[in-house]
């Protein structure tokens, strides 16, 4: 819904130098908001700026920021204020940063001085399940003729997922223990075999509606505050002996990882693309001309691993997913839209999962349950993968790129596999 404008101009310089450095995610065009702290402060909400963070809460206080919802511990009262106030706070801090205005380094901290945590706390977290490769790739396990669930294509699918174990990117993930039935039909409980990996993108709501009040496709674009990466780490296994009638539980509740940095829809209004032709056409109350000329956002999302063994040679990440979310089925606004067909209330600060962002390439495949299907992945070094192993990491990464527009960047998620506890007795 957002336009091009000043914050947007690729002839924007900035005063802070490591904003101009080759390949940064954060440009002056970019400008994600986050939530940080220093040795020395208490979590503050702040804005990514080449290798440092723009604190917004010592800008507030130096009245060059003037919304104090900045000033806040968590990015949860300006998510609640809705999309014109992060537009204005984005207008307000590009003037703050661009060239010619007067430097403050003095509102700066080092990006390796600040450790970062969840941009808000977690309300409600649904994952969706919007790509069609994805969806096509595992379903011709089940049945060869009709890969796809019967509604996807006429809605986007989703389950409520748990909100309390969504962490942010750097904190690990212990292998969780579940209930599984093998392949010979004996009944296991143990450490899951299949620890997996769905590479998503995280859309994060702006704004409250009432209990009963629907979101039309009209207005679910100015529900979207921004977007992120996320993990919606899988535990096949467990997932798969669980799952009929009732849908994921414990396979998908162990842990979901959210990258830092929110990029917010305004930053990303020179990305918006055509969504995909759907096929059937959607229903009339999940489609609108805006959602059909730019509810899809080109952006390129890598998944990638370092095994102990990588990380002990030096050898860097290997990619697993090279994906593109413009091919998604269905858009971001659709899946606004269609949580609150019933009234459902989305909140300021609630969490979507895109589901995994598969794309049509083998090389697309965004998780191991995919890539596995074709055997194990062999690492340059070697190694071989069908799932994730003790001490492996997996980094997430993203950029959006268009013609005429500087690329922005999402940051990262991260987070390592850790060995299973021991059962206690
Ligand atoms: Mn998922």
Redesign the pocket.
Known sequence: MAGRDATHDPALRCWVASAHAAGTDFPIQNLPLGVFSTDSGAPRCGVAIGDAVLDLRAAHAAGLVGNAAAAADSLGPLMGEGRGASAALRAEVSALLREGAAPRPDLLVPMQAARMHLPTAVRNFS?F?ASYDHCARLGVRRDPKNPLPPAFRHLPVAYHSRASSVRVSGEDVVRPHGQWQRQDGSMHFGPTEAMDY?L?MAVWIAGDNTLGEPVTMAGAPERIFGYGLLN?W?VRDVQRWEMPPLGPFLG?SVSTSVSPWIVTAEALAPFEVAAPVQDPPALPYLDSAWNRSNGALSVRMTAAIVTPRMRADGTAAFVLTDTQFAAMYWTAAAMVAHHATNGCNLLAGDLL?S??VSGPQESARACLAEIGLTGPVTLPNGETRRWIQDGDEIIFRARAEAPGAVPIGFGECRGSLLPAIAWPA
Request: charged share 50%; hydrophobic share 10%; proline share 0%.
């Open positions: 994952d399940m769905e998503e919606d899988s998908k999962g589901g995994t």
